[in-house]
């Protein structure tokens, strides 16, 4: 199904060398904020005390965080939960805490401060060695799915291809934990599972491209390398339009009305989505044309029938 065809080729390897350019620096300040800043990891990683608190009226903030303070929690870090009415309170490990009456104290510490009375929803508590090996496991996960995608592109291309489709998936992957760094967005075992969906939605496109690359090779004699990928990446806007359109819309609708539990979960997804089809064109298709793919690889030449001696 094609919602328009494209007749003209659109001449993306005209500019590969200055989108190419862009995606480096891309790259390169990413790493810099992840390397500076780090990631703002969630209870979840670090060990601490989740606290969900409830009220009839939407409680000020800034009052919250003073009245922790004032009973000894300067560190809590304190953000609305699903509505205004609704505060998540994150506690991280200390070895002053007592992490069994922590709820009590700081629920006695609220009902003292000004406004209207909290209501206790929610206390979990995630220990450092849990949150360790929370940690170990996600980085690990992260590092299969990544050999995985390695192996089966190995398997399904020429290394030209595999290699390309494997920098612009690592591309997408820095870029998505680039912007948590620089924001210090929470990053949790959601927004993992998150970076996880986009290599391999990344992937996919990556591979979408590059078969109809390889069939461009094969059916297209007359072109150059740079015209088959602009006839072949052409040829898969109406699909990429159809396809990207429908899953970012059902994203961007978790995004807007998931609440906060969603919310940095499609944030992740929203970003993996539009690096990914950005990465697909403008990052794997000219590192396929720059590291020398043309169509003798694909072709294999005619064996001319020898002459029968008579």
């Keep these: 199904m094609e919602f328009f065809r494209q007749r003209t080729d659109i001449p993306f390897m005209r500019h590969a060398l200055k989108f190419n350019i862009v995606s480096t620096l891309a790259f390169v ?44 929690y ?18 991280p490990n200390r070895d002053d805490l007592d992490t069994s009456r922590i709820s009590e104290r700081v629920m006695s510490s609220l009902a003292a401060a000004p406004g209207p009375a909290p209501e206790l929803r929610r206390v979990e508590f995630v220990g450092p060695q849990v949150g360790k090996e929370l940690a170990t496991d996600g980085a690990m996960a992260l590092l299969l799915v990544i050999f995985g995608i390695m192996a089966y592109l190995a398997m399904r291309f020429e290394w030209r291809f595999s290699v390309s489709a494997i920098i612009a998936n690592l591309h997408d992957v820095i870029i998505i934990v680039g912007f948590f760094a ?55 806007i109406s699909r990429t339009v159809i396809t990207h359109g429908s899953t970012l819309m059902m994203v961007l609708a978790m995004l807007i009305f998931g609440g906060e539990t969603l919310h940095y979960f499609a944030l992740a997804l929203t970003i993996g989505i539009l690096f990914g089809i950005y990465s697909s064109i403008f990052v794997a298709s000219p590192l396929v044309m720059w590291l020398g793919v043309s169509r003798e690889q694909f072709v294999k030449p005619k064996k001319e029938k020898e002459e029968a001696v008579v």
Excluded at 74 to 91: C, H, K, T, W, Y
Excluded at 208 to 219: G, I, L, N
Aim: hydrophobic share 50%; net charge neutral.
């Design 29 to 72: 300040i990413a790493v810099f904020f992840i390397v500076l800043k780090g990631l703002n990891l969630s209870v979840e990683f670090t060990g601490g005390t989740l606290i969900e608190i409830g009220y009839p009226e939407p409680p000020r903030i800034e009052d919250v965080r003073q009245a922790l303070a004032r009973d000894g």
């Design 74 to 91: 300067p560190d809590a870090q304190v953000q609305n939960f699903g509505s205004a009415r609704e505060i998540l309170i994150r506690m």
């Design 182 to 236: 620089f924001f210090q967005w929470e990053f949790s075992l959601a927004v993992l599972a998150a970076v996880l969906a986009v290599l391999g939605y990344s992937v996919n496109e990556s591979v979408v491209v590059f078969d109809r690359v390889r069939e461009t090779f094969k059916k297209k004699r007359g072109m150059t390398t740079p015209q088959v990928l602009d006839h072949a990446i052409t040829a898969m």
